[in-house]
């Protein structure tokens, strides 16, 4: 019982449900400030993500609400109608919604399981995935339709497997930033990929805290998770082995970035 008052506390304590944004939604614990970020830097972007209404349910990609979601907040960004926007796929989202806001083209690109690159540059020219490879197949769209499609067709052929070899590891976990990814990956089964959307510190400690955000299988609502000990922040100086989450628990090792 008293373990159940505390977590009710945290809880509350952390959430702000007049706040539009990650940063104005969370509130610091006592002690803590946030990282700074560079203005116009990934993190920054993911910080001020816009957020839907407080207490907002998780759906699937078909309209089924999910039941057993252990979600503080849903990010708003639609989920799609198909069954594709799972974990990795969430995090390229974000990543590729990033770059295309900062109008980066050139920089959005996932590779295949194969190792074959999906860059948009070439998809918004009409390239496409076939049996060939990635070649030119349609007429040109650089359209925000476009995008979306493109990164449907991303969802489809890159995985856990794929991202987390195209990102860096981050050997030392006191190191985490925000946009960082705890993800582990298996060729012959499914991983987890979950994406730090802030961070704060405490300056006297150098204790860090922060929020992650999934999607998961099936595609669903992109949303920030609880944690299991109680309230929103996760903490560094917590961590001994593992990193346990509501849905995945995840190695230390499986930090990385881009």
């Not at 907002?56 to 309209?63: H, I, P």
Request: glycine share 6%; net charge positive.
């Amino acid at each position: 019982m008293t373990q159940l008052l505390i977590t009710t506390f945290l809880f509350f304590q952390t959430i702000n449900p007049t706040g539009k944004t990650v940063e104005t939604r969370f509130n610091l614990p006592v002690d803590y400030q946030r990282v700074n970020v560079a203005k116009d830097s990934f993190g920054a972007y993911l910080r001020d993500f816009p957020l839907k209404e407080d207490k907002a349910k998780v759906y699937f990609y078909n309209g089924q609400e999910k039941t057993n979601a252990q979600q503080v907040a849903v990010l708003d960004i639609d989920r799609g109608t198909q069954d594709l926007q799972q974990c990795a796929d969430a995090v390229m989202r974000l990543r590729s919604e990033y770059l295309y806001a900062k109008k980066q083209f050139a920089d959005i690109s996932f590779k295949t399981f194969g190792g074959v690159a999906m860059t948009y540059d070439k998809y918004k020219n009409g390239y496409r995935i076939t049996n060939k490879g990635f070649v030119k197949s349609k007429s040109a769209d650089n359209s925000k339709v476009g995008f979306r499609k493109y990164q449907d067709m991303v969802f489809n052929y890159a995985n856990t497997y794929t991202l987390e070899r195209e990102m860096k590891t981050v050997k030392n976990l006191a190191d985490l930033q925000i946009g960082d990814v705890f993800i582990v990956s298996n060729p012959k089964s499914y991983g987890h990929a979950m994406i730090v959307m802030d961070v704060a510190e405490n300056p006297k400690t150098k204790d860090k805290i922060f929020l992650l955000a999934q999607s998961y299988m099936p595609a669903q609502d992109i949303h920030i998770v609880k944690n299991p000990k109680g309230g929103a922040w996760y903490s560094l100086k917590d961590l001994d082995t593992q990193l346990a989450t509501p849905e995945w628990t995840f190695p230390l090792t499986s930090l990385h970035r881009f």
